[in-house]
């Protein structure tokens, strides 16, 4: 039976990791136990940040790709949907679909937000009384800009937050759900969005009996995984990163005695990093918000893997799982994984990487030389032309779609690289020595791009990897998943 599988990603943290999980999809990891369609659904009320907004770009291409590709097999085999298409049964594909948006929040203070500039000062004669209010929120707090959100303040966001599960967003949600569906949350513990959002959000999930479906998503499986502080700033204001761990310890408090003692996940996944991290530039928000991606994120992308591989072993008691490596070190490879991890992600992670060299590297030399490449190649019966031509390599659909994708691809690897702990498994290779690729593996014989070249030649004749209909990347797509497949293989680079 198909199964869609709801990721809901709570702030900054979210959105990272549901850009690792996609690029985890791209390169071909699939989710097991019948979970065919992935939901991303992105929760923060900072409309305008860097981190959220990439994201939503890399989930938007993989969506226009994924449909110019018949029957996917290996690369963008995964399918994801807005809750928009699954509610209104539509194909329109829009970024802003992927975000639940939140009222009032837009050029507006929180104190705006709760009406504390519209109550009196004066407790004797009124019903409602600035001072309590003061109370339990400073000055700071009540002139805060939502426009960015929290700021590390989950009293804040609590209270905001809180509208959205009475959204329409969220009522879609219900509607859209349906008997074997599950839930995977990510948030982080140490700041303001995640760690107000997620106790919220499961509350909701729970116990919200106006719902629609309610009996359906209360007792589904619902995973998730909460970050520690794995990262630093390069200085301390608004957002103090020398107050994350205490904001962490406290908040750990609240969720074993409100969510872990009380059952209500069944898998919760934990993770942060204590030694040497790299201090991101520092930013409340907005546009200037856009961090390196983290090794740490990829882990949080094979924590969804692993809920849904293991989904039908899950009991009634919250299950706690920590990710580690096994080796320390601060330059991560492939290697210092567990088997498990080794096998799920190197293999498809150092296909696509291959792929998206040659595209970059390679193409411009073998393009209309090699025979895959070139036009008056009678490749098909009835045909003069080959279907990866310069036609195809200069349209518009591959400019604006797959190079944008690959260079996301190309960004995400290289962040992770310079980031602390770095996680760089790969030599910066060229033609000459392509299938040099992986470090620590230096393959014997011929390394050149020329190898790959070869293989698209034996293989484009294939009718497997052609389209019956209008799909323009079918062929591309099918072609690399399959020679890179081969070529790595051979001279055994890939681990199964």
């Known amino acids: 039976m198909a199964k869609k599988l709801y990721i809901f990603g709570i702030g900054g943290t979210g959105s990272r990791v549901l850009k690792a999980f996609t690029m985890l999809l791209a390169s071909g990891c699939k989710l097991e136990n019948d979970f065919d369609t992935v939901i991303p659904i992105i929760i923060d009320p900072d409309t305008s940040n860097g981190?959220?907004?990439?994201?939503?770009?890399?989930?938007?291409?993989?969506?226009?790709?994924?449909?110019?590709?018949?029957?996917?097999?290996?690369?963008?085999?995964?399918?994801?949907?807005?809750?928009?298409?699954?509610?209104?049964?539509?194909?329109?594909?829009?970024p802003e679909y992927f975000q639940f948006k939140l009222e009032g929040v837009e050029q507006s203070t929180f104190g705006?937000?709760?009406?504390?500039?519209?109550?009196?000062?004066?407790?004797?004669?009124?019903?409602?009384?600035?001072?309590?209010?003061?109370?339990?929120?400073?000055?700071?707090?009540?002139?805060?800009?939502?426009?960015?959100?929290?700021?590390?303040?989950?009293?804040?966001?609590?209270?905001?937050?809180?509208?959205?599960?009475?959204?329409?967003?969220?009522?879609?949600?219900?509607?859209?759900?349906?008997?074997g569906d599950a839930v995977f949350i990510i948030n982080s513990i140490f700041g303001g969005t995640g760690a107000a959002g997620f106790p919220l959000l499961l509350k909701n999930l729970r116990g919200n009996d106006q719902l629609p479906h309610h009996e359906k998503i209360k007792d589904s499986q619902i995973g998730g995984i909460t970050y520690l502080p794995y990262f630093a700033l390069n200085k301390q204001d608004e957002v103090n990163s020398e107050s994350f761990e205490e904001k962490a310890k406290i908040a750990l408090d609240y969720y074993n005695?409100?969510?872990?003692?009380?059952?209500?996940?069944?898998?919760?996944?934990?993770?942060?990093?204590?030694?040497?991290?790299?201090?991101?530039?520092?930013?409340?928000?907005?546009?200037?918000?856009?961090?390196?991606?983290?090794?740490?994120?990829?882990?949080g992308a094979l924590a969804i893997l692993d809920f849904c591989k293991n989904i039908n072993k899950i009991s009634n008691t919250t299950q706690i799982k920590e990710f580690g490596i096994e080796n320390t070190t601060e330059n991560i490879s492939f290697n210092d994984l567990n088997?498990?991890?080794?096998?799920?992600?190197?293999?498809?992670?150092?296909?696509?990487k291959l792929y998206t060299e040659y595209l970059k590297k390679g193409l411009p030399k073998s393009l209309n030389v090699s025979r895959w490449t070139k036009s008056n190649i009678k490749l098909v019966?009835?045909?003069?032309?080959?279907?990866?031509?310069?036609?195809?390599?200069n349209s518009s659909e591959y400019k604006i779609q797959i190079e944008a994708f690959n260079k996301h691809f190309e960004d995400w690897l290289k962040e992770m690289g310079e980031n602390k702990p770095a996680f760089n498994p790969y030599n910066i290779v060229d033609w000459d020595n392509a299938l040099n690729l992986l470090k620590g593996n230096e393959p014997k014989g011929n390394k050149s791009f020329k190898v790959l070249d070869k293989e698209n030649c034996k293989l484009i004749d294939?009718?497997?990897?052609?389209?019956?209909?209008?799909?323009?990347?079918?062929?591309?797509?099918?072609?690399?998943?399959?020679?890179?497949?081969?070529?790595?293989?051979?001279?055994?680079?890939?681990i199964r």
Request: glycine share 4%.
């Open 257 to 299: 005695r409100t969510i872990i003692d009380k059952n209500q996940i069944n898998t919760l996944y934990f993770i942060g990093n204590k030694g040497n991290t790299k201090h991101f530039e520092y930013s409340v928000g907005g546009k200037e918000q856009k961090n390196d991606a983290h090794f740490l994120e990829m882990a």
């Open 339 to 352: 088997i498990e991890n080794n096998k799920e992600v190197s293999a498809p992670l150092t296909k696509f």
């Open 381 to 393: 019966k009835g045909s003069k032309n080959s279907i990866l031509d310069k036609n195809y390599f």
């Open 51 to 94: 981190d959220l907004n990439r994201t939503k770009d890399i989930l938007r291409l993989y969506q226009e790709i994924r449909n110019q590709i018949q029957q996917p097999d290996d690369f963008y085999k995964q399918e994801i949907k807005t809750i928009n298409e699954l509610a209104n049964n539509s194909a329109v594909i829009n």
């Open 112 to 179: 705006q937000y709760i009406g504390f500039d519209s109550q009196s000062h004066d407790f004797k004669k009124s019903k409602d009384d600035k001072n309590f209010i003061r109370l339990l929120y400073s000055d700071s707090n009540l002139k805060s800009d939502l426009n960015v959100g929290f700021k590390g303040n989950p009293n804040m966001g609590s209270i905001v937050l809180n509208q959205f599960t009475n959204s329409e967003n969220f009522r879609k949600f219900g509607q859209t759900f349906n008997d």
């Open 462 to 494: 294939d009718s497997s990897i052609k389209s019956s209909i209008e799909k323009k990347h079918t062929t591309l797509i099918k072609l690399f998943s399959k020679s890179t497949e081969n070529v790595l293989n051979k001279r055994n680079l890939l």
